[in-house]
């Protein structure tokens, strides 16, 4: 209750400054605006499944009411001090615990407190101060419920000036976590500094100077507590050497030291220079320099690349690409010069329509030299996409030593929770697991232990054909690929694994005004995954007679590895419907599916929601109906709910 009250005194504070006597322009507190909603509500829930093989139920139904409070103003004047404050706040009673069945379809805010402070808006130095809390139930991905607390604070500071723009930011903040299903639980602190300034010295040129400090740490259920500290410093040169621009250097500079429970030393170089000559070539070099050193490791590694580029009239585009790498590792050195051309040609065919060729051929030397011993394989990066094969890149791991990191190497996740991880033929698979803490599309860095295969050399062939035809301004598309990979000159040892294959891909697009989709069928030919791959995919959108709007999309991947003849299928349709009775009321509909087919990732989910609302002057009222199905490694759960809300919304601003 204490919180309570200064949360009410807070968001109130502002009226103090309220004021009819316009004309006065300046004064200690003046109250700008006022805005917010005053809401009441109640849902009846009704939720059964079974898991671990017991079946269970439960019967929810609970009132609310709520208030949210949105306020901005200022001391003396606008621009000397702003203070915006806003917070929500609302309380629920009911027959069961709210916390046992949340929304499955929104993210429900149970408190929330947001303050701002500007000092010297529009001057050339400015200060600015901020401060949120949030205490919210969710889900992700409508598979896993989650309630979490989140305090944030923290400030910028900018001063323009002419000689040295600069900018300061801190960021201080507390997420804790709860799944309710499972009971993990999760604390993460972090603290942020920023320092950038931003400088031209003529009008051909910029640089960027920015230091940033971070300090990440995290508690987790049943793992070690890990915490992180970086100092990070980079500078960003980008210069041109005349008026249009032909001709520019990018230079990038960055270090970064980092102690705790991930420690390493990085430094970074990357160099590119490019030129648009006569006859319309175009010429580009790079340069590349990293030194990364770590408790049981160095890399030091440099690499230069050219790409001379030509365009022939308006349809033959061709490329020639020279490249050298040369790795120095602590276990192991490798020198790998490269070779590579493109040719692609475009021509518009009768029917208004539009033909590509494309040919590329490229030419690699694999030169390492090592021992055969176990090496350790740190922030091996890798997207974790639904749908997509994804192999880490080494073979012979030792599945007991994989480690899967977010981005700042503090957050651990966990096997089965959060990700998966699948062998195929000496290498592993590795999947996130929906619901778990690894969104879709999302980047990780992964550590494992993996058997060195030795010294080796060979030669790499890689080859891609691609053609296409488009009809009637691109309204239909038939396209074929075809890519191969070989090897020559070997010299190979007991522990690698190489990737012999060929792919062919055939494909068929249509675009009509609202709909759009194709189909395409995949052959992978690998001597690692091999597998056959289906893919459909759908989608339309658009209005009738300005009442009804809708949009409907729909994909499908169906695999089938070929080396055990197993399946991977992703499904996925995403459909709405709305009907505008008039300017005041409307009628929505929303229905989503998954459904996956795998080895520990099967899943069927439902999801729809119905919505009814009604505005009447400044009044909201909302009807609905939830409903929610799923499947998932066998636990299966049933929920049902309907929902009636009424919210009455407020202004005031100061004219």
Known sequence: MKGLRIICILMLLPLLGYSDDYSVSRRFWALQSVNGAVKLGADYRYQAGYSNEIYNYQKSSRFYGGILLNTSSYFFTPNFISLDLGGEF??????????????????????????????????PFNFNFFFNYNDVYANRENLSNIRSNTVNFGGNFSW??????????????????????TGRTFLTLQKNLQARIDKSFTAYDNSQLVYTRNDYTREDANIATTRNISDNLSLINNIFFDKKRNYNFVSSI????????????????????????????????SYNFLDYTRVSQTLNQNAARVTLRHQLYESLRSGLTLEYNRIRHTFYSEDNPRAGIDITYEKQI????????????????????????????????????????ILLDKAYIDISTVVVRDVTGTIIYQLNFDYLLLPHNNHLEIQRVPGGQIPDKSAVFVDYIAMLPGTYKYDVNFQSVSASVSLFSRLAEVYAKWANQGYANLQVTDYLTLNYFTQTTLGFRLEYKFLSGGVEYEN???????????????????????????????????????????????????????????????????????KQV??????????????????????????????????????????????????????????
Do not use: C
């Not at 009911?94 to 010297?120: S, Y």
């Not at 494309?358 to 997207?383: C, F, I, K, L």
């Not at 795998?598 to 909302?622: C, E, S």
């Open 350 to 389: 009768w029917l208004k329509g539009r033909l590509m060729l494309g040919y590329a051929y490229n030419w690699q030397r694999q030169n390492h030299t090592s021992d055969e011993v176990p090496m350790p394989v740190v922030h091996e990066q890798h997207v974790l996409t639904d749908g997509q094969l």
């Open 160 to 181: 323009s000036n002419k000689i040295v723009p600069f900018q300061a930011s801190y960021l201080q903040g507390k997420w804790y976590e709860t799944e309710i299903a």
């Open 254 to 285: 960055t270090g970064i030291d980092q102690y705790g429970s991930d420690a390493f030393r990085r430094f970074q170089v990357d160099e590119s220079l490019n030129l648009n000559l006569p006859k319309r070539f175009t010429l580009s070099t």
């Open 598 to 655: 795998g080895q520990q990732i099967d899943l069927d989910l439902l999801t729809a929601r119905a919505q009814y609302t009604l505005l009447f002057r400044q009044m909201y009222v909302k009807v609905g109906l939830n409903l929610y199905e799923r499947d998932y490694l066998h636990e299966k759960t049933n929920f049902i709910g309907g929902f009636v809300q009424i919210v009455r919304n407020f202004n005031w601003h100061r004219k």
């Open 524 to 594: 992978y030919a690998s001597t690692i995954v091999p597998y056959r791959l289906m893919r459909y995919w759908l989608q339309a959108q658009g209005s009738i007679i300005n009442k009804i709007t809708y949009s409907l999309n729909g994909t499908m991947r169906d695999y089938t590895l070929t080396a055990d003849n197993t399946r991977q299928q992703f499904i996925d349709v995403i459909g709405n419907i709305g009907f505008q009775f008039n300017p005041q009321s409307n009628i929505s509909l929303e229905i989503a599916y998954r």
């Open 90 to 123: 609302n309380p629920t009673i009911g027959k069961d615990l709210f916390l046992v069945i949340p929304d499955q379809a929104e993210v429900v805010t149970m408190k929330k407190l947001d303050a701002n402070i500007t000092l010297f808006r529009q001057k």
